[in-house]
């Protein structure tokens, strides 16, 4: 973490770009940076600040989400298709290092936390629908429009648009915001001096929170918890995390995609398209509506994590069709010559609507109409399945 080549530590108050940008409180991180909540003095407006690693790679992979977020920008210019929007981008001198900085309208929970407000009971349909219609808009923009695969889309990359104004709202933001500071060191306002023993304080009490509020997610305090999660946002929301997203024809990693939203033919080694991220959307939606992961594969005894994840994709979508499973570069690694998993021997078909009546208790036309529309994404032909707009037009949504 904070150290050399590592994430800039920030403290609320410090300023960015000149001290165009004061810097409220932390909202996230990642692998890659920590994301501040700022404020933008010169429009007079919140920005999310993303601090990248100051590290040559990361730096390199923070200048080549600039250049997708920018082509994103610039083809859409009224800011609707479902794509978060970048502002500006600068560099900062820390101690650790330079940091690429890109700055980007503000927004809220993600899908993760929605998920996780509602302790894992699923969403509701209407609200599934909702949320998919924003997803789709987007996708359908970066795939037929700008020609780009996101590659690593999953709850956690679709947040929410956020409807608290926190210099209006400080109750419900959960802080004050600090809008005027005097500007502090050299390093723009950066505190130097700060420790390691502090930087692990401050990581101890922030997990705690955390798990306070994982308990408190039980009883009485669920329902208020939930209330609060959707009373008040807007369920418009956009795309965002383009750390990983390539252009389509331009394609370097081989191994793309989160685990559990990583689509069959990635795992064989076929190569993979727009259709990557399509089958990604159809795990979210379902995780939407259920509350669980759609492929939740494990290591299993003598199997691996690959071979459990295709064996579970069997089980719901039925036997992949031999001349697909033999396809990849790593087919043999993991079929025999008939198309069968070599290490899986029994597998238990539940295909996908039979799953939603019987261990979700979806009503019997909810669970058609659900698995309908889910189902195509999730074809073992990657070719086959629907493109974003295909899916916009699907009657499930409209
Ligand atoms: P990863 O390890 O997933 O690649 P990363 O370092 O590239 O992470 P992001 O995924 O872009 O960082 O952001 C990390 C987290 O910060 C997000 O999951 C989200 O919770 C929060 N976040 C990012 N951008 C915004 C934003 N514009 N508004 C509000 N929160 C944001
Ligand atoms: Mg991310
Ligand atoms: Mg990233």
């Not at 996780?116 to 970066?142: A, H, P, Q, T, W």
């Not at 191994?255 to 398209?273: H, M, N």
Request: aromatic content about 10%; some cysteine; proline content about 4%.
């Amino acid at each position: 973490g904070y150290r050399k080549g590592g994430y800039h530590a920030a403290r609320p108050g410090d300023r960015f770009a000149g001290g165009r940008f004061v810097a409220q409180r932390k909202i996230g991180w990642g692998n890659f940076s920590t994301v501040w909540l700022a404020y933008d003095t010169l429009h007079s407006r919140f920005v999310a600040l993303k601090i990248q690693k100051s590290a040559r790679d990361y730096a390199h992979a923070a200048l080549h989400e600039i250049e997708l977020l920018s082509a994103v920008a610039k083809g859409d210019p009224t800011n609707s298709k479902c794509v978060l929007r970048l502002l500006d981008h600068f560099k900062h001198a820390g101690p650790n290092g330079q940091h690429v900085c890109l700055v980007t309208e503000f927004l809220g929970d993600s899908l993760l936390r929605l998920i996780r407000y509602n302790r894992n009971k699923g969403i509701g349909l209407s609200r599934v629908k909702e949320i998919c219609r924003s997803v789709m808009v987007g996708l359908d923009y970066l795939h037929s429009e700008l020609g780009i695969i996101h590659t690593d889309l999953k709850p956690e990359n679709v947040l929410l648009e956020s409807t608290i104004n926190p210099a209006k709202d400080p109750v419900r933001s959960g802080f004050t915001p600090i809008l005027d500071r005097p500007v502090g060191n050299q390093y723009g306002g950066t505190v130097i001096s700060f420790s390691e023993k502090m930087l692990k304080m401050r990581a101890r009490r922030a997990v705690a929170k955390i798990s306070q509020r994982r308990v408190s997610l039980g009883g009485v305090g669920a329902e208020l918890e939930k209330e609060r999660c959707l009373d008040g946002i807007s369920l418009k929301c956009k795309i965002v995390d383009f750390g990983n997203a390539c252009w389509a024809d331009q394609q370097h990693a081989g191994e793309i995609q989160t685990r559990q939203y990583r689509a069959p033919e990635v795992i064989i080694g076929s190569g993979y398209s727009y259709s990557a991220d399509i089958w990604s959307f159809a795990c979210i939606a379902f995780e939407l509506a259920t509350g669980d992961l759609l492929f939740a594969p494990m290591n299993r005894q003598g199997c691996s994590e690959d071979e459990d994840h295709l064996a579970l994709m069997m089980e719901t979508l039925g036997k992949m069709p031999r001349k697909i499973a033999s396809s990849g570069t790593r087919s043999k690694d993991y079929f025999d010559r008939y198309g069968d998993l070599k290490r899986v021997r029994r597998l238990k078909f539940w295909p996908l609507d039979r799953v939603l009546v019987e261990r979700y208790s979806f009503s019997e036309p909810d669970a058609k109409g659900f698995a309908d529309f889910l189902r195509p994404m999730l074809d073992f032909a990657p070719e086959d399945r629907p493109s974003a707009a295909q899916c916009l037009k699907h009657s499930w949504l409209n």
